[in-house]
T-cell receptor, first 116, second 115 residues
Framework: AQKVTQAQTEISVVEKEDVTLDCVYETRDTTYYLFWYKQPPSGELVFLIRRNSFDEQNEISGRYSWNFQKSTSSFNFTITASQVVDSAVYFCALSEALTNAGKSTFGDGTTLTVKP | DTGVSQDPRHKITKRGQNVTFRCDPISEHNRLYWYRQTLGQGPEFLTYFQNEAQLEKSRLLSDRFSAERPKGSFSTLEIQRTEQGDSAMYLC?????????????FGPGTRLTVL
């Protein structure tokens, strides 16, 4: 069965600090996809990134970066120089391409608060 | 470019009543998903459609829940004889059907409150 664990329930930082959100996953599939979504106070889930299990290259997009390590089954998300607008709940999700194609399993989210 | 839309955004009902929610996916997306999210939790998968075919249903989807996607476009989720435990945010998402686990784009959700 697939499982996603986000051990950090809440994180609070001061603006301009860097912050890393952890995500650990479990799957039996060899082909799978990992996602990060942002859920601001308005409630709508906003897609941030998608990685497949064959691509372990780290990715950077502006202030966001992602570190995917299959050896530790982790897909961590770092925000550099955080801003107040980054305050939201962040979800990590996993989709197995073979066993449960399309169905996503989400972690319980990490609530990030960035204080001015 | 129109995203996923859901209607209504909020629904308050009394226990025992039936409710129906609608989801309109992104037009070129073949797959449509329903999730339920309660406070402090991540979205939980309920069911999904490939065109008009319902391919998978979660154990969470009791026999009081039914979903349809009659023409492979919009979908409805009906809850019969609502219970207080049904109070949650109901999220709809859509995706292409290739690759097999393509990115799901979510609508704004319907927040259900059962009194």
């Amino acid at each position: 069965a697939q499982k996603v664990t986000q051990a950090q329930t809440e994180i609070s930082v001061v603006e301009k600090e860097d912050v890393t959100l952890d995500c650990v996953y479990e799957t039996r599939d060899t082909t799978y996809y990992l996602f990060w979504y942002k859920q601001p106070p308005s409630g709508e889930l906003v897609f941030l990134i998608r990685r497949n299990s064959f691509d372990e290259q780290n990715e950077i997009s502006g202030r966001y970066s992602w570190n995917f390590q299959k050896s530790t089954s982790s897909f961590n998300f770092t925000i550099t120089a955080s801003q107040v607008v980054d305050s939201a709940v962040y979800f990590c999700a996993l989709s197995e391409a073979l066993t449960n194609a399309g169905k996503s399993t989400f972690g319980d989210g990490t609530t990030l608060t960035v204080k001015p | 470019d129109t995203g996923v839309s859901q209607d209504p955004r909020h629904k308050i009902t009394k226990r025992g009543q039936n409710v129906t929610f609608r989801c309109d996916p992104i037009s070129e997306h073949n797959r449509l998903y329903w999730y339920r999210q309660t406070l402090g939790q991540g979205p939980e998968f309920l069911t999904y459609f490939q065109n008009e075919a319902q391919l998978e249903k979660s154990r969470l989807l009791s026999d009081r829940f039914s979903a349809e996607r009659p023409k492979g476009s919009f979908s409805t989720l009906e809850i019969q004889r609502t219970e207080q435990g049904d109070s949650a945010m109901y999220l709809c998402a859509s995706s292409r059907d290739y690759p097999r686990a393509d990115t799901q784009y979510f609508g704004p959700g319907t927040r259900l409150t059962v009194l």
